[in-house]
């Protein structure tokens, strides 16, 4: 009998598990560490039509190689490839990942495009003294409001 292979969405589902256990760990705030796995996801799934655990390690972790090593372990554990290949569920994950819908605690909702995310010519998340953000938008020639 053979194995059943996991759904991709439950093998992504244990990704983002395995990085907010880890980002937590590293005192990584969730917000970047979502944002950033967004971003490698989309990069991803745009140049290889594959999902990179290796990539998000990358984005995320940076030059953290603990924190790197301990993601990828953790997946390894969980029997999570590396590579999951989307093979005809391409265009369904490009348009899931495509954009970042953050929801702000005072109700404030942003959409941002993907590539956006990580270009602080465009946005930019600032930690104030008293420990709260700020979300910076610049270079912003309209707005539109869809009523």
């Not at 490009?94 to 946005?123: H, S, T, W």
């Amino acid at each position: 009998m053979t194995e059943k292979k996991p759904k991709i969405s439950e093998e992504v589902a244990q990704v983002k598990k395995a990085l907010k256990t880890v980002s937590k760990k590293y005192d990584i705030e969730q917000y970047e560490a979502v944002m950033g796995a967004q971003k490698a996801l989309y990069d991803s799934i745009d140049e290889e039509a594959s999902l990179s655990s290796e990539r998000v390690a990358e984005q995320v972790f940076g030059d953290n190689h603990q924190a790197k090593q301990e993601f990828l372990e953790e997946l390894d554990q969980k029997g999570i490839q590396r590579e999951i290949a989307l093979e005809a569920n391409t265009p369904v994950f490009e348009r899931k990942y495509q954009k970042q819908k953050l929801k702000l605690d005072n109700g404030i909702e942003i959409v941002v495009p993907a590539e956006l995310l990580k270009n602080k010519d465009y946005i930019e998340f600032v930690t104030n003294d008293d420990g709260s953000l700020s979300v910076i938008l610049k270079k912003i020639e309209s707005i539109k409001n869809n009523f």
